[in-house]
């Protein structure tokens, strides 16, 4: 019986665990001692170009390969189906001839979604279609669910997300943002790499938020009886070891920001954080630049790209300063107006009149000291911090700036930060004394730069949610 005649998923179920059952009485339900030694694409890379006749003359040892049933044919003495593992798709050929007659009629009763093992040997069909003509079947684990649906796949966009496994095992293309995303990480990790910055890995929970402007999660260690905060950022911590000696460190971490959820934001979400002592804040842009387009050549062998709506060229990025751009996208301001408000009041603006129109890659540059408590001040303007952030598509894909190193400024700039949070700003810096010691050993010159790598995959990926590059993203109740 076809189980597009039991009846509903219920009826699907409980026919499967009659299988199961049997499968249990026979002691060969679950079994994991079936080793594999191919994946369906590197038999495909290896052996598509084969004739039907040269296939044949090449006689190959047996194949083996493991995975998901996708696909079945069951016809009266020999039959089809299609084995998926995690690099694609094989077709295979299960016959009374090749297997006992018992394996042959279990194998007729098998289900799409049931994961199996193969042994045998390639061949080429009529339609030259590569298959693997099965000389060994087993049944590995039984699938009690039925699949999505081959044609329609989840229609449901809440399933897609909080149940990632079906959506990944039956939409190739949401499947392939993700393997995608692995290649953007470490396209970045080499990037680095290659410029001799190491690799390490700093706390995520710490005794004081810190690093970015930001509202942080509070848990609790018993032991200890006390507070601990999810990292909102590693950056005062990789600057520790700066202080230390190590002159070039990136970390690739999940951090934590107690904020709303968007198709922007995710409470967890992923940041690449580099710190390179005696850098240049120009040098340091021009290597962000080159890293992002590395990334995107990768994935995209280009560099003219389509992000939701908007056609976007990532072989130019130019540079803006942000009070320059508060006035060409607000006629109705003068620059006279622009020099009366606090830097504060003119990020507000920025964020609220320009930010969402750069769509074209640009590094804005002459941030406010007011609103960049880790920033060196830049040298001609002590008002303005020597700092940068990269805008593409409408949206900040990076921050990067000079860093602080003096630590009476730092320890003021701390100050600041405390009375903003006693009147009520609850994502404001806490006084890190002990980062403020650290300053005071000497820290050398640096620059340092965040990448939000889910929104970097979101713009190679032509991904509009960032809920579509997070495996398993936040969501309501």
């Known amino acids: 019986?076809?189980?597009?005649?039991?009846?509903?998923?219920?009826?699907?179920?409980?026919e499967r665990r009659k299988k199961l059952q049997l499968l249990r009485d026979k002691k060969k339900a679950y079994v994991n001692d079936f080793l594999k030694?191919?994946?369906?694409?590197?038999?495909?890379?290896?052996?598509?170009?084969?004739?039907?006749?040269?296939?044949?003359?090449k006689n190959e040892e047996n194949v083996s390969i493991a995975g998901r049933i996708v696909l079945m044919r069951v016809m009266g003495n020999a039959s089809f189906a299609t084995v998926r593992d995690s690099s694609g798709d094989i077709q295979i050929y299960v016959s009374k001839n090749t297997v006992d007659l018992e394996?042959?009629?279990?194998?007729?009763?098998?289900?799409?979604?049931?994961?199996?093992?193969?042994?045998?040997?390639?061949?080429?069909?009529?339609?030259?279609?590569?298959?693997?003509?099965?000389?060994?079947?087993?049944?590995?684990?039984?699938?009690?669910?039925?699949?999505?649906?081959?044609?329609?796949?989840?229609?449901?966009?809440?399933?897609?997300y909080r149940q990632r496994y079906l959506d990944l095992m039956s939409n190739d293309q949401q499947k392939n943002v993700?393997?995608?995303?692995?290649?953007?990480?470490?396209?970045?990790?080499?990037?680095?790499?290659?410029?001799?910055?190491?690799?390490?890995?700093?706390?995520?929970?710490?005794?004081?938020?810190?690093?970015?402007?930001?509202?942080?999660?509070?848990?609790?260690?018993?032991?200890?009886?006390?507070?601990?905060?999810?990292r909102i950022a590693p950056e005062l911590y990789l600057k520790r070891l700066l202080v230390g000696g190590f002159e070039r460190v990136f970390e690739i971490n999940r951090s934590f920001r107690n904020e709303g959820l968007s198709t922007k934001h995710n409470p967890e979400f992923t940041m690449l954080e580099y710190y390179e002592a005696f850098g240049t804040l120009n040098n340091t842009i021009e290597f962000t630049e080159n890293m992002i387009k590395n990334a995107c050549e990768i994935i995209n062998k280009t560099l003219k790209i389509t992000w939701g709506a908007d056609e976007i060229d990532l072989s130019s990025f130019r540079k803006?300063?942000?009070?320059?751009?508060?006035?060409?996208?607000?006629?109705?301001?003068?620059?006279?107006?622009?020099?009366?408000?606090?830097?504060?009041?003119l990020l507000e603006l920025f964020e609220s009149s320009v930010e969402e129109k750069l769509i074209q890659p640009t590094f804005v540059i002459g941030y406010p000291v007011e609103v960049s408590p880790l920033s060196r001040r830049n040298n001609e303007n002590p008002e303005i911090a020597d700092r940068f952030e990269l805008f593409i598509g409408g949206k900040e894909i990076a921050n990067g700036f000079c860093e602080l190193n003096d630590p009476d400024d730092q320890a003021e700039r701390f100050r600041e930060q405390v009375k903003a949070k006693d009147t009520g700003d609850k994502e404001?810096?806490?006084?890190?004394?002990?980062?403020?010691?650290?300053?005071?050993?000497?820290m050398p010159p640096a620059v340092g730069v965040g990448i939000g790598i889910d929104r970097l995959v979101m713009?190679?990926?032509?991904?509009?949610?960032?809920?579509?590059?997070?495996?398993f993203p936040q969501l309501k109740s």
């Open 37 to 57: 030694d191919h994946y369906a694409l590197n038999l495909h890379e290896n052996y598509d170009g084969f004739s039907k006749e040269e296939l044949a003359a």
């Open 320 to 345: 803006a300063n942000l009070s320059d751009l508060v006035l060409e996208h607000n006629k109705e301001i003068s620059e006279e107006d622009i020099n009366k408000i606090s830097g504060k009041e």
């Open 178 to 230: 993700f393997l995608n995303r692995s290649d953007i990480i470490e396209s970045l990790r080499a990037s680095l790499k290659e410029r001799n910055f190491i690799e390490v890995e700093t706390p995520m929970m710490h005794p004081i938020p810190g690093g970015a402007v930001a509202r942080p999660f509070v848990t609790k260690h018993n032991a200890l009886d006390r507070e601990l905060f999810l």
């Open 103 to 160: 394996t042959y009629e279990d194998f007729k009763t098998w289900d799409l979604g049931d994961i199996v093992g193969v042994r045998g040997k390639l061949f080429k069909t009529k339609t030259d279609e590569l298959t693997i003509e099965a000389s060994e079947v087993v049944l590995i684990t039984k699938s009690i669910r039925p699949m999505p649906d081959k044609f329609k796949g989840l229609a449901d966009i809440e399933t897609r």
């Open 459 to 471: 713009m190679i990926t032509n991904q509009t949610s960032i809920r579509d590059v997070i495996l």
């Open 1 to 14: 019986m076809s189980e597009e005649n039991i009846g509903g998923e219920e009826g699907i179920i409980e």
């Open 428 to 442: 404001a810096m806490s006084f890190d004394e002990d980062y403020v010691i650290a300053l005071e050993h000497g």
